[in-house]
């Protein structure tokens, strides 16, 4: 197992989630050496220690555990696989975590073109958005070798309490399309209630109060029903990155044979919320779906 004296992690995607994480591993004690496309959103980190770095081939030439989580499955790929990208330009014995949601078909390329090089690749996306990312409270869902996973899971300590290991290279995306698949359904049952609250003239806080730790209970109920009912959307996860995801999950379940009707409704309804200019976002946005 790496000892923090050993490490220099590098880290790439310091959006709103991963600016969180990457700042618990400094505060941890760790090196580390971070990369984005927008250097600005790096400079709290930089400001904190961080070195910066020019490149994910200047990051994979001088961290030995890296850690991503940026946009797209396309940005996920350039990332590792392009030629001034981590594997192309990485060590042996490094450890590779990609915490994006991404497809599980792409983690398991990565998984086997690191194998190639002598380096270990694990597929680890999060759950919790923002407020998970802030309190080191993310739930992690991890794919690739276990023996990997061993060697990293006091790393991913530092970032999360929920971190199972869920098998081989791929399902740990796997898993994080049942965790949006799940969400997607819910989030437009939140929201209809809370529009169902008004609309009968409750007071939804109060409604809240009593519905929130019944059978109705959820993550999105308790901590997005909330901002919906203040106004509040500002993205703890953007809506085009959830259309992103529910993308992934529907291609992957039209691979298997299997029809999700409540999914697809839900790609609609968000679809619809960003053609009207909401991409950027907060899921929760979707309360407003009601108001069009």
Not at 261 to 271: E, F, I, Q, S, V
Request: hydrophobic share 40%; aromatic share 8%; glycine share 10%.
């Amino acid at each position: 197992m790496l000892q923090i004296k050993d490490t220099i992690i590098g880290f790439i995607g310091t959006g709103v989630i991963g600016k969180s994480m990457a700042g618990h591993l400094l505060d941890a004690g760790y090196p580390l050496v971070v990369y984005s496309r927008t250097k600005e959103k790096a400079n709290d980190l930089i400001a904190k220690g961080a070195k910066w770095a020019k490149s994910p081939k200047e990051v994979a030439e001088k961290a030995n555990v890296i850690i991503t989580i940026v946009g797209y499955p396309a940005d996920v790929e350039e990332v590792y696989l392009g030629e001034n990208g981590i594997i192309p330009n990485g060590r042996e014995n490094t450890y590779v975590i990609d915490m994006t949601t991404s497809t599980p078909t792409l983690a398991s390329k990565i998984y086997s073109e690191a194998n190639k090089k002598g380096i270990f690749a694990l597929d680890a996306p999060v759950s919790g958005g923002d407020i998970g990312a802030k309190e080191a409270r993310l739930s992690i869902m991890v794919g690739g070798d276990e023996e990997a996973f061993l060697a990293m899971e006091q790393l991913f300590k530092h970032l999360g309490t929920n971190i199972i290991y869920q098998g081989k290279a791929g399902s740990g995306q796997h898993t994080k399309m049942c965790n949006q698949i799940a969400i997607a359904s819910n989030m437009i049952g939140v929201c209809e209630a809370i529009k169902y609250a008004e609309k009968a003239g409750l007071d939804p806080e109060t409604v809240l109060k009593s519905i929130s730790t019944g059978a109705a209970g959820s993550w999105s109920l308790s901590n997005l029903a909330p901002r919906m009912i203040a106004g509040n959307f500002a993205p703890g996860f953007y809506i085009k990155h959830f259309i992103k995801d529910i993308n992934i999950a529907l291609q992957e379940a039209d691979a298997m044979g299997m029809v999700t009707p409540g999914l697809a409704l839900a790609k609609k309804m968000y679809k619809e919320l960003a053609e009207l200019g909401e991409e950027n976002s907060g899921t929760q946005a979707l309360y407003k779906y009601w108001d069009r």
